[in-house]
């Protein structure tokens, strides 16, 4: 994937650039609070992401740093992708359309013990997750 020209210096436009299609946060989610890592785990979501997109989306996140991708000693042929401290900064963003979304959306699945917990404890549910996520 080669880099594209940015069309502004506008902090949303920046974001945008990265994560403005339906799929690459879909994958943040899995990597950061699904425990998905490999590639096939990441076809299984429910929204099932066609194979070159994630393909693409993949290369996209790692180019730019929010996501790392390792051989996995264990099998050979398989990658292990993992949320950088890049990738790890997005657990606010994250949260927020959560929580948003809990507010709105009348058929959410969201984990309403994360709900809860988000709104007692920002700071203390940040810490917990990115804990986990090193």
Request: aromatic share 10%; charged share 35%.
């Given at each position: 994937?080669?880099?594209?020209?940015?069309?502004?210096?506008?902090?949303?436009?920046?974001a945008l650039e990265i994560f403005g299609d339906r799929w690459t946060f879909l994958i943040v989610r899995d990597l950061m609070?699904?425990?998905?890592?490999?590639?096939?785990?990441?076809?299984?979501?429910?929204?099932?992401?066609?194979?070159?997109?994630?393909?693409?989306?993949?290369?996209?996140?790692?180019?730019?740093?929010?996501?790392?991708?390792?051989?996995?000693?264990?099998?050979?042929?398989?990658?292990?992708?993992?949320?950088?401290?890049?990738?790890?900064?997005?657990?606010?963003?994250?949260?927020e359309a959560i929580l948003w979304s809990a507010k709105y959306d009348k058929s959410t699945a969201a984990d309403s013990k994360?709900?809860?917990?988000?709104?007692?404890?920002?700071?203390?549910?940040?810490?917990?997750?990115?804990?986990?996520?090193?």
């Amino acid at each position: 994937m080669s880099k594209q020209k940015r069309k502004s210096d506008c902090p949303i436009n920046f974001a945008l650039e990265i994560f403005g299609d339906r799929w690459t946060f879909l994958i943040v989610r899995d990597l950061m609070f699904k425990n998905k890592h490999y590639y096939g785990e990441f076809l299984g979501m429910e929204e099932k992401i066609a194979t070159n997109i994630l393909a693409d989306r993949l290369i996209l996140l790692e180019e730019n740093g929010i996501v790392t991708r390792t051989i996995d000693e264990a099998h050979n042929s398989k990658k292990i992708y993992r949320l950088t401290k890049k990738g790890i900064d997005l657990l606010p963003l994250l949260t927020e359309a959560i929580l948003w979304s809990a507010k709105y959306d009348k058929s959410t699945a969201a984990d309403s013990k994360f709900i809860r917990k988000a709104k007692k404890d920002r700071v203390g549910l940040y810490a917990e997750i990115s804990e986990s996520l090193k």
